[in-house]
T-cell receptor
Framework: KAGVTQTPRYLIKTRGQQVTLSCSPI?????VSWYQQTPGQGLQFLFE???????NKGNFPGRFSGRQFSNSRSEMNVSTLELGDSALYLC?????????????FGSGTRLTVV | DQQVKQNSPSLSVQEGRISILNCDYT??????FLWYKKYPAEGPTFLIS?????DKNEDGRFTVFLNKSAKHLSLHIVPSQPGDSAVYFC???????????FGTGTSLTVIP
C-alpha cells in the first residue's frame, strides 16, 4: 500500500513569492492534515481537511491556505512568502475514526525562502 | 502557548539499557496521547498511543505510561537498540483527533 506522497521534496523560493505544496494521502484515507516543523518549535498544526471541507485550522496567518479535492488529495498554498516560512511542511492522513492510531505522515516538503 | 512539552532535547543511553522519554501537558481535556519516532529526512512514524482512560499501554519493547493527575506521560523502551536512535515526539489530541498538539521532540541516541 503506497504511503503518503508529498511533492516536491525540496523547494527554494524568494521572499514575496507564493508556493503550492501537494499531498496524496493513503488510498481510502479521507482525513488530511498539514503541519509545519521548525527547529525548536516541534510540529505546529496548520489545518485539517475531511471530504473537501476544512474541519479545523491552527493559528497561522491567512497567507496559509489549503484545499482538498474529491479524491482526497490536498494542496496547501502560502502566499507572500516570508523568511520565517522556511520549514519542513508535513502532510498526514488517516481513516477518520482511528484516532488512537494517529496519522501516517509523508516525508515532507522542505521549503527554503531566500 | 505550548500545550505539550518535552523538556529534554536529547538523551543518550547504552544499548540494552532502558530509555525513558518524558512529556508533560497542560490541557486536562486531552483524550489521546501518541508517540512518534522521526528519522532525518523522513516523516514521523506512529509508535504507540494511550487513551486517557488507561494508565499503561505496551507494545513489544515500547510501553507508554500516563499519569493524569500529574499531566505527565512517559515512553519506556526496553531494551534500547541502536536502531532506536531518532527524534521522538509526543502528541495529544481531543476525542475527535482533528488536531494534534506536538511537543518539540527528544533526540535519543543509543550507544552500541
Amino acid at each position: 500500500k503506497a504511503g503518503v506522497t508529498q511533492t516536491p521534496r525540496y523547494l527554494i523560493k524568494t521572499r514575496g513569492q507564493q508556493v503550492t505544496l501537494s499531498c496524496s494521502p493513503i488510498s481510502g484515507h479521507r482525513s488530511v492534515s498539514w503541519y509545519q516543523q521548525t527547529p525548536g518549535q516541534g510540529l505546529q498544526f496548520l489545518f485539517e481537511y475531511f471530504s473537501e471541507t476544512q474541519r479545523n485550522k491552527g493559528n497561522f496567518p491567512g497567507r496559509f491556505s489549503g484545499r482538498q479535492f474529491s479524491n482526497s488529495r490536498s494542496e496547501m498554498n502560502v502566499s507572500t512568502l516570508e523568511l520565517g516560512d522556511s520549514a519542513l511542511y508535513l502532510c498526514a492522513s488517516r481513516l477518520d475514526r482511528d484516532v488512537k492510531y494517529g496519522y501516517t505522515f509523508g516525508s515532507g516538503t522542505r521549503l527554503t525562502v531566500v | 502557548d505550548q500545550q505539550v512539552k518535552q523538556n529534554s532535547p536529547s538523551l543518550s543511553v547504552q544499548e540494552g539499557r532502558i530509555s525513558i522519554l518524558n512529556c508533560d501537558y497542560t490541557n486536562s481535556m486531552f483524550d489521546y496521547f501518541l508517540w512518534y519516532k522521526k528519522y532525518p529526512a523522513e516523516g514521523p512514524t506512529f509508535l504507540i498511543s494511550i487513551s486517557s482512560i488507561k494508565d499503561k499501554n505496551e507494545d513489544g519493547r515500547f510501553t507508554v505510561f500516563l499519569n493524569k493527575s500529574a499531566k505527565h506521560l512517559s515512553l519506556h523502551i526496553v531494551p534500547s537498540q541502536p536502531g532506536d536512535s531518532a527524534v521522538y515526539f509526543c502528541a495529544a489530541s481531543g476525542l475527535t483527533g482533528n488536531q494534534f498538539y506536538f511537543g518539540t521532540g527528544t533526540s535519543l541516541t543509543v550507544i552500541p
